[in-house]
């Protein structure tokens, strides 16, 4: 039981905190409508929901780049932004930071080197920028041009998939004759506030979605996890409350004797149920000790088995276990509680027996 509530939980802190860091719990994505587009006025509109604790506007554009002054041209995706938006997306810088806000300063991903005939893009290089174009479908025709600064490369994430670049979106905006946005990023200020504040959005007129939507959808199906868990948990108490039955019921027969002896010698019924329950409570406690250092060890073992197999492999390492302080409790208690309960029958059983019928079993 332990050892299934520890790895049910390993498997949930896994997908909430891994999957979905903390800092981008408690953001979500605002997409314009069918009907609508998302301007200054729809920021200010989010920004004064009282629960909204910040806006990051962002534009998906495409672009043309060229690397340190070459006249080697590549089309890529250039997304311009805040620098909290790599914070609230998830995204890991490998190499370098962050760009910084008012500084032409570029953070690109890994996929860009594939672009430029494998050249090994590094920190400190210099880009530059043309024929800028909004991707959005719905505002493609806005176009944006030429930037003539160079931008330098402080950040790298790794992603070999997407050939990525983040900048500036001060460098778009001074450069653009409406502006309009891609989509925004949000941040409330608690996630219990999250649905309310994607319902008021909606009834503006936007769409939304959030990191937090996959975390409901997730906690549904381990709560489903654990209820298949507990299932096998209590057919496993099942047959350990029937095994320690019979070993308390044989261990009765194999001392009756003894029982009447000590009755002969003025021992009380009170004291000879005590001893009993004693024992079983002793035997349920052991059994529960012994069980959750067998857990530990395997769970600890398997963990670092896992980690050396990820690590080994260019990955980073996690935990499938975890074991919190309340599951090595309760597990040693309620096994104390199924000894005793146990032990309840047999130890009436004990109490009742006769001396003399005792002394005279065979």
């Known amino acids: 039981m332990f050892l299934l509530l520890s790895f049910v939980y390993g498997l949930q802190d896994l997908v909430t905190h891994r999957i979905a860091p903390i800092d981008s719990l408690a953001t979500a994505d605002v997409l314009p409508g069918k009907l609508s587009y998302l301007d200054n006025n729809t920021i200010k509109r989010i920004s004064d929901i009282p629960e909204v604790e910040e806006t990051i506007p962002i534009d998906n554009l495409t672009a043309q780049s060229t690397l340190n002054g070459s006249q080697l041209f590549a089309d890529l995706n250039l997304n ?75 950040g790298i994430i790794a992603d070999d998939e997407t050939p990525t670049i983040y900048m500036n979106i001060d460098y778009i905006k001074n450069r653009m004759t409406t502006e309009y946005y891609s989509g925004i990023k949000i941040r409330v200020d608690d ?22 939507d996959m975390i409901e959808e997730t906690s549904k199906l381990f709560n489903y996890l654990r209820a298949i868990f507990a299932l096998f948990g209590v057919i496993g108490l099942v047959v350990a409350t029937i095994g320690m039955f019979n070993t308390m019921t044989i261990s009765l027969l194999e001392r009756t004797k003894d029982i009447g002896f000590m009755k002969a010698f003025g021992t009380t019924k009170k004291m000879v149920q005590k001893l009993f329950l004693t024992e079983a409570a002793l035997i349920g406690f052991g059994g529960g000790i012994s069980g959750v250092l067998i857990g530990l060890i395997l769970a600890h073992g398997i963990n670092l ?5 990820a690590i080994k492999y260019g990955g980073q390492g996690f935990d499938i276990f975890l074991i919190l302080p309340w599951m090595i409790i309760s597990s040693v208690v309620f096994s104390t509680f199924l000894g005793t309960f146990t032990g309840i029958y047999p130890s009436k059983r004990a109490a009742n027996i006769p001396a003399l019928e005792a002394i005279r079993y065979e």
């Open 305 to 309: 088995l896992i980690n050396y197999i």
């Open 191 to 212: 996630v219990e506030n999250m649905q309310g504040v994607k319902e008021k959005i909606s009834d503006m007129g936007y769409e939304s979605s959030a990191v937090y």
């Open 80 to 154: 311009a932004t805040k620098p909290n938006f790599i914070k609230y997306d998830a995204l890991t810088i490998a190499q370098g930071r962050n760009f910084v806000e008012g500084q032409a300063e570029i953070v690109i991903t890994t996929a860009v080197n594939k672009l430029f005939f494998g050249t090994n893009i590094d920190l400190g290089q210099k880009m530059t920028f043309r024929r800028i174009a909004m991707a959005n479908s719905e505002i493609q025709n806005q176009t944006i041009g030429d930037i003539p600064d160079e931008f330098t490369i402080v």
